[in-house]
C-alpha cells in the first residue's frame, strides 16, 4: 500500500538533547513537509523540500534541521537549540502536479 | 495575519442536526481551497479540494462549497462518527505549502 510512514509514534527527549523524526513516503512524490501542531494553534510549517538535496524554512524553522537526500526520505532532527520541542509532528508530502498534501499519521515529542 | 481563518472553534450538534462550518482565506490567486479531517492523535486525512467559486463536492454527509472569499463545508444529518476537528488550508501563492486553520472541533451527540 502507497502511504507516507512516520516513525516513531511516541518520542521522549531529555533536556539538551537531540533527536530524528524519521518519515518515509513510497508515493513517489516531489514534494514533503515538516508541520507541528500545538493545541489551539492549528499546523505550523517547520521545513519543506520541493526536490531532492534542496529544502527550505518554513515559519517556524528555528531549532530544527533536515535532509533530503533521497526523494523517499525526509527526517527531521530536533536540536537542542529548540527551546518548547513537545509537540505533534507531522510530515506530508504530494506531487508536483496535484497540490494536495497527504499526511503520516504523526510522531508525538515530549521532553522529559 | 492570519490568511486562512476557521469558524466556530467549536461545534456541538445532536445527530442529525445539519449545520456548516466556515472557512474564509486571504491569499490571493486562489490555486485551490482545501479540507482535511483530523481524529485525534492521527494526521489530518485528506477530504476535497475546490478551485473555482461555485464549485461544489460531495462526500457521505459532506458537502464542501467555494465562493471568492470563504468555503463551507456542509454537514448533513450527522452521524456520531463525524466527530473530529475539520481542517481547511490554502497555499499562499504559487507553489508554496499548504498554510493551515487551526481548525473547527465538531462533536456530535447522539
Known amino acids: 500500500d502507497g502511504g507516507i510512514t512516520q516513525s516513531p509514534k511516541y518520542l521522549f527527549r531529555k533536556e539538551g538533547q537531540n533527536v530524528t523524526l524519521s518519515c518515509e513516503q513510497n508515493l513517489n512524490h516531489d514534494a514533503m513537509y515538516w508541520y507541528r501542531q500545538d493545541p489551539g494553534q492549528g499546523l505550523r510549517l517547520i521545513y519543506y523540500?520541493?526536490?531532492?538535496?534542496?529544502?527550505q524554512k518554513g515559519d517556524i524553522a528555528e531549532g530544527y534541521s533536515v535532509s533530503r537526500e533521497k526523494k523517499e526520505s525526509f527526517p527531521l532532527t530536533v536540536t537542542s537549540a529548540q527551546k518548547n520541542p513537545t509537540a505533534f509532528y507531522l510530515c506530508?508530502?504530494?506531487?508536483?502536479?496535484?497540490?494536495?498534501?497527504?499526511f503520516g499519521q504523526g510522531t508525538r515529542l515530549t521532553v522529559v | 495575519e492570519d490568511q486562512v481563518t476557521q469558524s466556530p472553534e467549536a461545534l456541538r450538534l445532536q445527530e442529525g442536526e445539519s449545520s456548516s462550518l466556515n472557512c474564509s482565506y486571504t491569499v490571493s490567486g486562489l490555486r485551490g481551497l482545501f479540507w482535511y479531517r483530523q481524529d485525534p492523535g492521527k494526521g489530518p486525512e485528506f477530504l476535497f479540494t475546490l478551485y473555482s467559486a461555485g464549485e461544489e463536492k460531495e462526500k457521505e454527509r459532506l458537502k464542501a462549497t467555494l465562493t471568492k472569499k470563504e468555503s463551507f463545508l456542509h454537514i448533513t444529518a450527522p452521524k456520531p462518527e463525524d466527530s473530529a476537528t475539520y481542517l481547511c488550508?490554502?497555499?499562499?501563492?504559487?507553489?508554496?505549502?499548504?498554510?493551515f486553520g487551526k481548525g473547527t472541533r465538531l462533536s456530535v451527540i447522539a
Open positions: 488550508a490554502a497555499p499562499n501563492s504559487g507553489n508554496t505549502p499548504l498554510v
Open positions: 506530508a508530502s504530494s506531487s508536483g502536479r496535484r497540490r494536495e498534501a497527504f
Open positions: 523540500s520541493q526536490i531532492v538535496n534542496d529544502f
